[in-house]
């Protein structure tokens, strides 16, 4: 049973529009959510987070939003530029514990 | 080196052989851990090491045999593995009780 779950493979964006990445999840246990963002032939970086006492999170460029009682959380990237043409990962974890749970990634493309 | 370092970064070996990865960390981190992702699926975490005692196996095989001589080395002993344990392999590193994890780049293993 996944507990993070990223429905969308892929998404295209027009460079300069807006990026929306969703995920869901299922533990209503989780209290703590990450992206990540991994490029080719690398490891996966760590990108912005939001805690559960939270609904927003924004740094530059990238802002989460996180809807407790859907359960789900978004990261918005705006302006989109090609540079940020990625495959990105939502994680979630639970009462400070250090396990990680991941989805299964969403590819980001950004087009000129 | 900076970062959280991977080697080898590919490794193909065949069912009988043993074979061993490493992780290093530069960051003056005292969690590290072991993640796979196979094709099409999550990142899983394998194994959880705190000052170098493990605090977590995640029903790992024991084909697997991680090692953590202190904070800032890991090793994972591979031996008798099956075409399936082909995927990528990924280290990482925190401070116990942040929710942030660094990645290394990944060893890429393919068993024949």
């Known amino acids: 049973d996944q507990q993070v779950k990223q429905n969308s493979p892929s998404l295209s964006v027009q460079e300069g529009r807006i990026s929306i990445l969703n995920c869901d999840y299922t533990?209503?246990?989780?209290?703590?959510f990450l992206w990540y963002k991994k490029y080719p032939a690398e490891g996966p970086t760590f990108l912005i987070s939001i805690s559960s006492i939270k609904d927003k999170n924004e740094d530059g460029r990238f802002t989460v939003f996180l809807n407790k009682s859907a359960k789900h959380l978004s990261l918005h990237i705006v302006p989109s530029q090609p540079g940020d043409s990625a495959v990105y990962f939502c994680a979630a974890s639970a009462a400070a514990a250090q396990k990680l749970v991941f989805g299964q990634g969403t590819r980001l493309t950004i087009n000129p | 080196e900076t970062g959280v370092t991977q080697t080898p970064r590919h490794l193909v070996m065949g069912m009988t052989n043993k074979k061993s990865l490493k992780c290093e960390q530069h960051l003056g981190h005292n969690a590290m851990y072991w993640y796979k992702q196979s094709a099409k699926k999550p990142l899983e975490l394998m194994f959880v090491?705190?000052?170098?005692?493990?605090?977590e196996n995640n029903s790992v095989p024991s084909r697997f045999s991680p090692e953590c001589p202190n904070s800032s080395h890991l090793f994972l002993h591979l031996h008798t593995l099956q075409p399936e344990d082909s995927a990528l392999y990924l280290c990482?590193?925190?401070?116990?009780?942040?929710?942030?994890?660094?990645f290394g780049p990944g060893t890429r293993l393919t068993v024949t």
């Open positions: 533990n209503s246990m989780f209290d703590y």
């Open positions: 990482a590193s925190s401070l116990i009780g942040d929710y942030e994890q660094y």
């Open positions: 090491y705190n000052f170098k005692e493990q605090t």
